[in-house]
C-alpha cells in the first residue's frame, strides 16, 4: 500500500462523514465486528497513518488497514439512522450485519460517539445495555479505554539500568519490560 492510498483512506473517511458511502468488505466488516459484538466497547482511532483500536476485552493497540476505516464509518453512520454531520452521537443495534459471501454477525445494543477533526477520526462504543435514550450531546465522551496497570514486586532492589536508582516495585509493559519508577524509562529484565 502507497501512502497515496492512505491519504486517500483517510479523506474517504472524513467524507462518509459529509455523506459519501462505501460498502463493507470483508476486512472492515470484521474490524467492525471486533468494535460492536462484544459489550465491552471499544476506543478507535483514524489518523493519516493510522486506524488503531482498543478494545474493553484488549486494551492493547489494534491496528487495521486504513482502508477498512471508510466502511466501517459509513455502516455506523447507516447503523446510526444519522445525518452527515462531524458529529454523531446515537444508538445502535441490536442488529446483524449481512455479509454477502460470508458468514453474517450480531450485535447488542451499542451507544456510539463519532467525531471528525480535520485529520482524526474518533469513534468510541460502549454497551447500550439498560441505557436509555442516545448519549446528551452535553455530556462528556465516556473515559478512555485504558490498559490496565500492571506492577512487578521485587524480593530486593533492582537498579535500573538506565539511570541506576534502586526500585522494589515495576510497572510492567504489555511487553513485559519493566519502567522505572525515577527516570520512566523501559527495560528488560535481565533473566536471573
Ligand atoms: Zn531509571
Same mark, same amino acid.
Given at each position: 500500500m502507497t501512502p497515496d492510498d492512505d491519504d486517500d483512506s483517510l479523506r474517504r473517511t472524513l467524507d462518509a462523514f459529509d455523506g459519501a458511502r462505501y460498502p463493507l468488505d470483508t476486512i472492515s466488516s470484521k474490524a467492525l465486528r471486533f468494535m460492536? #459484538? $462484544?459489550?465491552?466497547g471499544c476506543d478507535a482511532t483514524v489518523s493519516p497513518s493510522r486506524f488503531e483500536v482498543r478494545f474493553g476485552w484488549h486494551p492493547a493497540r489494534h491496528r487495521y488497514v486504513l482502508r477498512a476505516a471508510p466502511p466501517v464509518v459509513s455502516e455506523l453512520f447507516r447503523l446510526a439512522d #444519522? #445525518?452527515? #454531520?462531524p458529529s454523531v452521537r446515537a444508538r445502535i443495534g441490536p442488529g446483524t450485519i449481512p455479509i454477502t459471501g460470508a458468514v453474517s454477525w450480531s450485535f447488542g445494543p451499542r451507544w456510539l460517539w463519532m467525531d471528525a477533526s480535520g485529520t482524526t477520526v474518533s469513534i468510541r462504543v460502549r454497551d447500550g445495555?439498560? $441505557?436509555?435514550g442516545i448519549p446528551a450531546d452535553s455530556e462528556p465522551l465516556p473515559e478512555p479505554i485504558k490498559s490496565p496497570r500492571r506492577f512487578v514486586d521485587l524480593a530486593w532492589p533492582l537498579p535500573c539500568p538506565h539511570c541506576a536508582t534502586p526500585a522494589l516495585r515495576y510497572r510492567q509493559l504489555q511487553d513485559g519490560s519493566l519502567v522505572c519508577p525515577a527516570c520512566s524509562r523501559s527495560f528488560v529484565q535481565a533473566p536471573e
Open positions: 460492536l #459484538a $462484544r459489550p465491552d #444519522a #445525518a452527515p #454531520a445495555t439498560g $441505557r436509555v
